[in-house]
């Protein structure tokens, strides 16, 4: 599997996605993942699968460094002492011993960034994750947090798929230093529907999905994590590998980024750099 060296630690590209994916059946496609190659998974506190990945992770019975495990810290947890509990609540579902990467879900203006960043390496420094990163941050917000962390933060965690460019972001976390890992990278099933990335994918004998992941990784830094409760699609979402877009075809995906087609925006997302 390929992977990124950021914040200090080498990252899959890929990885599995398990937002709305609970109890046996998430279990079920994390055992699968694991057992067919797949090396990295995403999960959160909020999402209410933490046990479930667990338990996954334990029928797989995967050496602990053969895996990469993110998962985050909601945005109502972000006071620092809470922040701290919240990880150690994390661990203790999952039935691990320390994380790869911890993410703050979503920014809380309510509680000072300075204090999320400390927190967070506070975390990190007691050994219960290997690197930290944020999600959902805007251009501005990067800038910030990884003034405040020293450089430290390794990646944002961000809604990117075809048809929502993400240059301001991109270029914030290009001048920091940081990754961008694609959350709805398929667009939440639009991208198998879209005709220009169908009639590439025909050129290339591949799926339309396949086609909208090999954009993201072929990216500098870009990760991807689409989720899927399907085990039979594992293989497919994981085969991005064996080909590659030209400059062309890479250029007429980007210009789909036009449309600004965001899946994700709650009441207490940030003021989104494309607003
Ligand atoms: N940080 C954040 O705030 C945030 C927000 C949203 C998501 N995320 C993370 O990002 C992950 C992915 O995002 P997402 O789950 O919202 O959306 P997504 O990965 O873009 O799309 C998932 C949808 O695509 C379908 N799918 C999967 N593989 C496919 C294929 N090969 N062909 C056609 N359809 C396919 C899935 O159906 P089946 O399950 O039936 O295969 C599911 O309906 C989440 O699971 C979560 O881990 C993070």
Request: hydrophobic share 40%.
């Amino acid at each position: 599997m390929k992977t990124v060296s950021l914040g200090g630690v080498e990252i899959p590209v890929l990885g599995l996605g398990t937002w709305q994916v609970k109890d046996e059946a998430c279990s079920d496609v994390v055992r699968a993942a694991l057992e067919s190659g797949w090396t990295h998974i995403d999960t959160a506190a909020r999402y209410e699968n933490e046990k479930a990945v667990g338990k996954g992770l334990r029928a797989a019975s995967a050496a602990r460094d053969s895996y990469f495990l993110t998962s985050k810290v909601w945005h109502d947890q972000l006071e620092p002492e809470k922040l701290i509990q919240a990880c150690e609540d994390s661990l203790d579902r999952l039935g691990l011993e320390h994380l790869d990467l911890y993410l703050i879900h979503w920014p809380n203006p309510r509680v000072p960034l300075k204090e999320q960043i400390e927190a967070l390496l506070e975390v990190r420094a007691r050994g219960w994750t290997r690197a930290v990163g944020v999600s959902n941050f805007t251009a501005d917000l990067v800038r910030e947090a990884q003034d405040l962390a020293g450089g430290q933060l390794a990646l944002n965690q961000v809604e990117y798929h075809p048809f929502l460019s993400q240059e301001k972001v991109r270029a914030a976390l290009d001048a920091a230093g940081m990754g961008l890992t694609a959350y709805a990278p398929l667009a939440r099933g639009a991208v198998s529907e879209d005709e220009t990335i169908r009639d590439i994918a025909k050129r290339h004998g591949k799926s339309a999905a396949q086609v909208g992941l090999r954009w993201l990784v072929q990216q500098d830094n870009t990760l991807a994590i689409p989720k899927t409760s399907n085990p039979a699609r594992l293989a497919e979402n994981a085969a991005i590998f064996d080909f590659e877009l030209s400059e062309a075809e890479m250029a007429a995906l980007t210009a789909l980024g036009g449309e600004r087609r965001r899946t994700i925006d709650p009441d207490f997302a940030p003021d989104w750099d494309d607003a």
